[in-house]
């Protein structure tokens, strides 16, 4: 089958960092969304556990990814996300799409998305709804 | 007269033939994907039944560790708790032992559990958040004010640097003037679950085991009353994977523990009647209490037959249980009240000798007050309206139900025999082979939910609009508070003794010593818990997953 007219222009691979913050070891659902985002084409970079923010960034400078996935149970996402926003600045990373995904109430979701996150996932969200989500977000950056 | 024949009728009668033959067709499934038949009858039961059943109470334990079960006693209801700071998780342990709690049971926060202390740069945001922060002995002595530990039986689920804590534990009941040998509890110290599932550690696999081998002694030789592991399916589940995989992973756990021990030349039937497990209750309801009653039997027969057990008590298995936190949904949440109650039935009916019951509200926050009241009246219900307790093990000799014990029985099986094949069960951790099949299982079941293949009431199906439940918000002030008291524990001790138990340490850490009584040393003059870590570290070194995904 050839489809070639609509192709986008580059075909890299989507880039997502899949990081898991924080003390708690909690990473089953970092690590299914790790593998449908790497079963739907994307290249996918999973930190493992225990990561600090700066290692976070790190990894996302370093694999120059187009999207990061933040995986959060512990109740530290208010502590953690905002300190992972701000070393972003800091570096001057500005073209990457945040989500996070954990355990968080509807009260820190407002608070999340003002600092800058475009999507939290709670748990019970569909995979493909964050795979899409992924793809069409960071399809329309590019634009 | 013929019958007559019209297209509606036709299609009235192909439809219900179609129908007859998907409903032949369709798959019927546990919740881990075993399948199951029709009609289960008499030809299910076969072979040597009445041996494998036999009698509660007696080996091989299939019906009960009990004779008498819960007509002796009932199981006793432990409510998990642990928040903020120590005052906080004290004033709930009250409020819980008030409304008719018969244990206690604490949760620490994730810095105390990885062995950081609350003013470490690693804890930064994480301190209470999960539990309760616990530094040095100073915290523990107000963690259990007011309560007595020769009367109350106590739980602590803590891993990796769980020798410290029950050394804070020890040194608090000989404050309040009860002997060791009098405190009664429990310790998870499953090392092995960590690298599985949990994921909280803080040495190599080898120092790790041999931390616990060392607890196993010193609780045989010291503390009769004191269970020094907990030997634990419930994360390993929680982390994705099925009944069979939960049975056989703790239960190779628990037999790789045994071989430690008797390898150190601790008599079997010393410390084995000492050793009891934690299982999950998830909401496959014939699919948990099978799971239960195979452990059972799995556990009599290895401890006995291969590990050369003599006492009955060796051989019987005896579990908590805690209702499946991942069950619970974020939507609807007040339906989590009903998962609850189910699971804890199953537990019940699988013969648990303590139980956990999750609040509705836990998969947004840490429970409120009022969440956990509903949750231990819905244990308190179960065993004083329904019943079910009036006589041991209902369900024995059920066609169903033993089919299930034995399939699952012979899944476990085939696991110990894969494992052994990878040269036991901590080379399999270090291959990463539990860690893999549980992924795959977690995927799996995940495909299954996305596909609407196994319904989620309120998540996958009949889905409305959410309601707000208030929950439990933890001050963020709590953290400075913590690491305030930490800083003037640290400017009133000794700390010359200190810098003299960490050297003890490090020198017992370097040998073969048994380090529990280094540690109490260390503790009892206050030096903390993230320090006693680091000592131990700089002679094991630390611990870095390879994630497989």
């Known amino acids: 089958m050839s489809s070639a007219v609509a192709e986008p222009k580059t075909d890299r691979k989507i880039r997502v960092v899949v990081a898991k913050p924080g003390l708690d070891g909690h990473d089953r659902g970092a690590k299914i969304i790790a593998r449908a985002l790497r079963d739907s084409g994307m290249e996918v970079i999973y930190t493992g556990l225990h990561q600090t923010p700066e290692q976070i960034v ?28 701000e070393l972003l600045k800091e570096e001057g ?51 | 007269m013929e019958p007559t024949s019209t297209p509606a009728a ?18 019927f499934t546990t919740m881990s994907g075993k399948s199951i038949r029709a009609r289960y009858g008499q030809e299910d039961l076969q072979g040597d039944a009445d041996v494998k059943i036999g009698e509660p109470g007696r080996y091989p334990f299939t019906r009960g560790p009990y004779e008498s079960m819960y007509r002796g006693r ?18 709930r342990f009250h409020y819980l032992l008030d409304h008719g709690q018969t244990g206690l049971s604490t949760a620490f926060d994730m810095p105390t559990l990885m062995g950081y202390d609350s003013d470490h740069a690693r804890s930064l945001g994480e301190v209470g958040r999960e539990g309760v922060a616990v530094d040095t002995i100073d915290d523990m002595e107000i963690l259990f004010q007011g309560i007595p530990l020769g009367e109350v039986s106590t739980s602590m689920t803590i891993n990796a640097p769980a020798a410290i804590l029950l050394a804070f534990y020890v040194l608090v009941g000989e404050q309040q003037g009860v002997p060791s040998e009098k405190l009664s509890g429990t310790i998870q110290t ?33 503390m009769p009353r004191w269970h ?43 410390f084995a009647p000492r050793l009891s497990f934690f299982f999950n ?91 956990v009241r509903v949750a231990l009246r819905t244990q308190q219900i179960i065993a004083e309206e329904t019943g079910v307790t009036n006589t041991p093990d209902p369900l024995g000799g059920s066609y169903f139900v033993e089919s299930l014990t034995d399939e699952l029985e012979a899944d476990a099986y085939e696991y110990f025999r894969k494992i052994d094949e990878l040269g036991g069960m901590v080379e399999a951790v270090r291959q990463n082979f539990p860690q893999r099949e549980i992924g795959e299982a977690a995927f799996d079941f995940q495909r299954r939910v996305d596909d609407g293949e196994f319904t989620i009431v309120g998540v996958n199906q009949y889905v409305t609009e959410e309601e707000e439940v208030p929950l439990l918000h933890i001050d963020p002030a709590l953290e400075t508070k913590q690491v305030e008291r930490l800083a003037a524990t640290k400017a009133k001790r000794d700390s010359a003794a200190v810098e003299s138990a960490l050297a003890s340490l490090k020198e017992a850490a370097a040998g073969e010593a048994n380090l529990m009584y280094p540690i109490l040393d260390a503790a009892r003059v206050h030096t903390t818990e993230g320090e006693m870590i680091e000592a131990m570290q700089e002679v094991f070194g630390t611990y870095t997953e390879t994630p497989v995904f």
């Open chain 2, 10 to 27: 036709d299609k009235a009668a192909s439809d219900a033939a179609r129908k007859a033959a998907e409903a032949a067709e369709k798959e």
């Open chain 2, 190 to 222: 499953d090392i092995l679950k960590e690298y599985i599932a949990q994921k909280e550690w803080c040495f190599p696999v080898e120092p790790a085991m041999r931390l616990v081998t060392d607890m196993v002694e010193y609780c045989t030789d010291q």
């Open chain 1, 93 to 143: 990373v500005d073209d990457v799409l945040i989500t996070v995904g954990g355990t968080i109430p509807n009260k820190d979701i407002d608070d999340l998305k003002a600092m800058g996150v475009s999507g939290v996932f709670t748990p019970g969200s569909p995979t493909e709804a964050i795979v899409e989500f992924i793809r069409s977000g960071v399809s329309r950056r590019e634009l």
């Open chain 2, 74 to 91: 009932n199981w006793t209801m432990r409510q998990f708790a642990g928040f903020g700071t120590v005052e906080e998780t004290n004033e």
């Open chain 2, 228 to 270: 020094p592991i907990s030997i634990s399916g419930y994360h390993i589940r929680e982390a994705g994977a099925t009944a069979a995989q939960e049975l056989a992973f703790t239960l190779k756990d628990g037999f790789t523990y045994v071989e430690r021990a008797i390898e150190r030349g601790i008599d079997v039937d010393a």
């Open chain 1, 58 to 85: 790190e990894t996302v400078i370093q694999e120059d990814a187009d999207a990061i996935g933040v995986s959060i149970l512990s109740g530290a996402h208010m502590t953690l996300v905002p300190k992972i926003l």
């Open chain 2, 281 to 371: 209750a998830h909401i496959d309801f014939f699919e948990e209490i099978a799971k239960y009653r195979a452990a059972r039997r799995i556990w009599a027969r290895e401890l006995k037959e291969t590990y050369g057990a003599k006492k009955p008590e060796s051989m019987r298995l005896r579990f908590h249980t805690q209702t499946a936190g991942v069950s619970l949904t974020a939507q609807q949440p007040l339906n989590n009240i009903v998962r609850t109650a189910i699971e804890a039935l199953a537990g019940v009916l699988g013969g648990t000798q303590s139980l956990h019951t999750n609040s509705f509200d836990e998969a947004l926050a840490l429970p409120t007050e009022e969440a």
